[in-house]
């Protein structure tokens, strides 16, 4: 079992509360999955030309140090955010160059994600500890989606645990478990996919990164994805405008989307939900098996 | 008497502990129960006639195990409500998730928007009626009981059905193994207009429904099996 919560704002003064109204969101989801929790949020769009780089690191990391070998080798680094065990790189540099120096200069960081708005936080333990950590009851931005994940798959490691990346902009949240990752991960590692753990949801991460990479609409890759994976899903999926909801076809696990004037919300169950403002008169509605929902700005 | 509770100021637990206080009794109290916020297990166990409205949005399992009460949501219901129901009235206003109804024995469950997949899955004589329509794999394994349904039925209906009897209005997606649609008969169009009426619909014409049951070619409780033991 795992918890899934994703908030899209409608407003620009809802997007001044988005974090206050999430952060209550992921803490409701506790119950459903206590052993660790992440999310991905989408504020200060750069403009074109600019790149975000949100890096995870082992405790003890020499943050001062690698901020001084990467300003040696890249010439158009805007700026280093730190946020404890994660930093935000802002750049003018081309993200693949980026990225293949991180990995190959500084294996032991993670590389959480890229791209124009996303950045992602996660961590082990109780949602509660994430949220006061990241204080994301203070944030703004346009969109978020949060997972709190209880692990039936693979380990309780903070790179186990979900957003996972898809590329730029791009982030994955599940509920349920894949039965054919193994194969799937072997096939698209041959396609030269990238995976960091023996997690199956990072196989559909994955799996969405070569289909968007290969040109297909998030829509196409969602609809190619109900039949390549099998398995139960709940997926919740990040884009720099809005995100996307599909349930695998048997739909056992749970999804609920309410829409008000002001926001767009879903989660595993309704509680997560009843908190926001204007929540018991929101259209509310289970979203029906292998069928696609999106939401963009 | 009515009592009032507000769940935004005790718990779950402190509210079915107060409804429990009445179970095998003959108290028939009223109570209101506000800020439900999708709560889980709201008015789970009762076992007595108590009359029950929850006014909003009820979590898993809500009316679950029910006996003798009538319990009303103003609002949706998320996973298996009035799952085990043995008797008595669950109704909800708004729709219902998935395995509305699961394994419930007797009583009658009233949705009156739509449920959701397995509805009904299991079924072991409780009655249920939908004003919408139901999702895929609906009673699913359903052993005895009736299932109403004035919409349409999702995919696989009545899948390795036993002897539950299923009535739809609209159309259905397919029917599961060894799920057959029958003759409607007199006392089936009789059972039906029972069934309807209990539920508080007048506005449906019995006529209108179709009847759907077991082909009795999968299960194997047959008579020419009778040797095998």
């Known amino acids: 079992m795992c918890g899934i919560a994703g908030l899209f704002a409608k407003t620009p003064e809802f997007e001044a509360e988005l974090g206050h109204h999430f952060a209550a969101m992921l803490v409701e989801m506790t119950d459903r999955g206590p052993d660790s929790a992440g999310f991905a949020i989408y504020r200060d769009a750069r403009p074109f030309g600019q790149i975000k780089i949100t890096l995870l690191a082992p405790p003890g990391f020499s943050w001062p140090d690698f901020e001084h070998r990467l300003r040696a080798r890249f010439a158009g680094i805007l700026g280093l955010e730190l946020h404890d065990t994660h930093a935000v790189i802002v750049a003018t540099d081309w993200a693949p160059d980026l990225i293949g120096w991180v990995r190959e200069c500084c294996p032991e960081l993670h590389i959480l994600s890229s791209g124009g708005a996303i950045e992602i936080y996660k961590q082990t333990g109780l949602p509660a500890k994430l949220v006061e950590h990241f204080r994301v009851t203070d944030m703004h931005g346009s969109h978020a989606l949060g997972h709190t994940r209880m692990a039936t798959e693979s380990a309780v490691t903070v790179a186990h645990s979900h957003p996972f990346s898809t590329g730029e902009d791009l982030c994955l949240v599940h509920n349920g478990s894949l039965s054919n990752h193994n194969r799937l991960r072997a096939d698209l590692a041959r396609r030269g996919v990238h995976f960091s753990t023996d997690n199956d949801s990072e196989v559909a991460a994955g799996y969405l990164t070569w289909r968007l990479a290969s040109g297909d609409s998030l829509e196409q890759a969602l609809e190619r994805a109900i039949a390549d994976l099998d398995g139960f899903y709940t997926f919740a999926v990040g884009t720099r405008e809005g995100f996307a909801v599909l349930r695998d076809p048997i739909a056992c696990k749970p999804a609920v989307i309410a829409e008000s004037d002001t926001w767009v919300a879903m989660a595993s169950e309704y509680r997560a939900l009843a908190h926001l403002p204007g929540a018991a008169e929101a259209r509310t509605w289970e979203p029906a098996p292998g069928r696609i929902y999106s939401w963009k700005h | ?229």
């Open chain 2, 1 to 229: 008497m009515t009592h009032r509770f507000d769940l935004a100021e005790q718990g779950v637990r402190e509210l079915n502990r107060a409804l429990h206080a009445a179970n095998g009794t003959a108290r028939a109290d009223a109570w209101h129960i506000v800020n439900p916020r999708g709560l889980h297990n709201v008015a789970v166990g009762l076992d007595c006639a108590l009359d029950v409205t929850v006014e909003g949005h009820v979590g898993y399992y809500c009316a679950g195990m029910n006996q003798r009460a009538r319990v009303t949501v103003l609002g949706n219901a998320g996973p298996g409500c009035a799952e085990n129901m043995m008797s008595g009235l669950v109704r909800v206003k708004g729709s219902a998730s998935q395995y509305a109804g699961a394994t419930a024995h007797g009583g009658l469950l009233v949705i009156e928007g739509d449920a959701s997949a397995r509805c009904g899955i299991s079924m072991k004589g409780v009655d249920i009626v939908v004003r919408g329509s139901i999702g895929h794999m609906s009673a699913f394994m359903a052993q005895s009981g009736r299932l109403v349904v004035c919409g349409d039925a999702g995919e696989a209906l009545g899948d390795s059905i036993y002897e539950a009897r299923l009535y739809v209005r609209g159309a259905v997606a397919s029917l599961g193994a060894d799920c057959i649609e029958k003759p409607m008969k007199d006392k089936h169009r009789e059972e039906l207009a029972q069934l309807l009426a209990d539920a508080g619909i007048d506005d449906v014409d019995p006529d209108d429904f179709r009847r759907y049951g077991s082909a009795r070619q999968l299960y194997n409780f047959k008579v020419d099996n009778a040797d095998a033991y």
